[in-house]
């Protein structure tokens, strides 16, 4: 037996080298071990647009493209979660030295500090750092975890030879490989556009942190990182990657936003309403708001449901037109990948009314735009409702 041991202990050194390996590169790069986060960290995380130098061919990556995705990030160990405001890209900004247009071109013109500058107006929110990330990320790092299972709601088909996209998404959850979770966060030909497109965003970001999770998705995390390393620029420091790698390590609680506003020209943000979010999410984050069910009254309500679930949805609506809140009903193209409670931003809203109807509360931007809550009815309402009985 005592022969045995040296050898198991050689064989999981060999494993655990095995699994950390990939990580090799970017540790010499950085230079850092994982340590504590000591104090809110807020980032700019923004998704450059490759650039062409003539006619379908690529020009050479260097992060000052269009950022069609924009991406407020903050990491707060105190609350012990992230949260992440998508900013979409047809919202109208003063850019400085070049006058008003849509916030993806202060990259463009001015690269991250000029964008760093231009969220900073627009938010009121001090920004640490930037991570600018290039599409090649998303396939390299979707390939290098074995794909990820998404639900897709509805059919999407695009074709773009120039950036070499092609879509074709049937509806359903399916798992993704790196080129199509590429078309599916990029996909914004339908009614909603840039708006729909953030809300596909954010459930996959969802779903991402769900893969990453599971033993097989621990077991890949190592190579993703390796792979999509070379595809980012920042200017975070060691210790700041430090303790972002030592905060993930916590699997701090995820909450995504969309910015509140209205179509219009381009995306009109609500600042009244923006600034609610920044003062929750982004300054102060010990809120610990409470709301009672009294608080529910007169709210306005989105059932989401697919053909299947329309005698749920019927009973649900019944069910919060008796809380007090005005109900609208809405079908879908495809089942909803769970039941749920969804709201942009109103925490203790979801929450009571998730106790209420038996249903987990989650903060989203996938929220219905304009509504109060969303309640979403996904395959599983019939056992969740069981339980809740």
């Not at 990259?107 to 500058?117: E, R, S, T, V, Y």
């Not at 999407?156 to 998404?169: G, N, P, V």
């Not at 019944?318 to 809140?325: A, D, I, K, N, P």
């Not at 038996?358 to 809550?373: C, K, N």
């Amino acid at each position: 037996m005592r022969r045995v041991v040296p050898f198991l202990v050689l064989f999981l050194l060999l494993g655990l080298i095995w699994w950390a390996y990939p990580l090799l590169q970017p540790l010499l790069r950085y230079g850092t071990l994982p340590r504590n986060l000591e104090h809110p960290l807020t980032v700019l995380v923004l998704g450059v647009a490759p650039e062409y130098k003539y006619y379908h061919q690529r020009a050479p990556e260097n992060f000052r493209g269009l950022s069609d995705v924009n991406l407020l990030v903050r990491f707060d160990p105190s609350s012990k979660r992230v949260a992440v405001l998508s900013i979409p890209r047809d919202v109208y900004v003063p850019i400085p030295g070049y006058g008003w247009y849509i916030i993806n071109h202060a990259n463009k013109f001015g690269g991250p500090d000029l964008a760093k500058q231009v969220v900073s107006n627009l938010t009121g929110v001090e920004i640490d750092a930037y991570l600018a990330v290039s599409v090649e990320a998303i396939r390299n790092g979707v390939d290098a975890l074995g794909g990820v299972t998404v639900c897709v709601e509805k059919p999407m088909k695009y074709k773009d030879t120039a950036a070499k996209l092609d879509i074709d998404l049937e509806p359903g959850c399916q798992l993704l490989n790196g080129a199509q979770a590429e078309g599916y966060l990029r996909f914004r030909h339908d009614a909603l556009g840039d708006i729909g497109r953030i809300q596909r965003q954010q459930n996959f970001f969802h779903a991402l942190k769900q893969q990453i999770l599971t033993p097989s998705g621990l077991l890949r995390l190592p190579q993703a990182i390796a792979s999509v390393e070379q595809n980012i620029r920042t200017d975070l420091t060691r210790e700041q990657i430090a303790g972002l790698m030592g905060f993930a390590i916590q699997q701090p609680q995820l909450v995504s936003l969309l910015t509140p506003g209205r179509f219009g020209q381009g995306w009109e943000v609500d600042q009244a309403e923006l600034q609610k979010v920044v003062q929750r999410y982004f300054v102060n984050s010990s809120n610990t708001a409470k709301a009672t069910l009294e608080d529910l009254r007169g709210r306005e309500a989105v059932v989401l449901y697919a053909a299947p679930q329309e005698t749920a949805a019927i009973e649900m609506r019944h069910r919060l037109r008796e809380l007090g809140l005005r109900v609208l009903l809405r079908e879908v193209e495809s089942v909803p990948p769970r039941s749920e409670v969804l709201a942009n931003g109103a925490s203790e809203l979801a929450e009571v009314l998730g106790e209420a109807i038996g249903l987990p509360p989650r903060i989203s931007g996938e929220a219905a735009l304009y509504a109060d809550l969303t309640v979403r009815i996904g395959a599983d309402f019939a056992n969740i409702s069981r339980k809740s009985q």
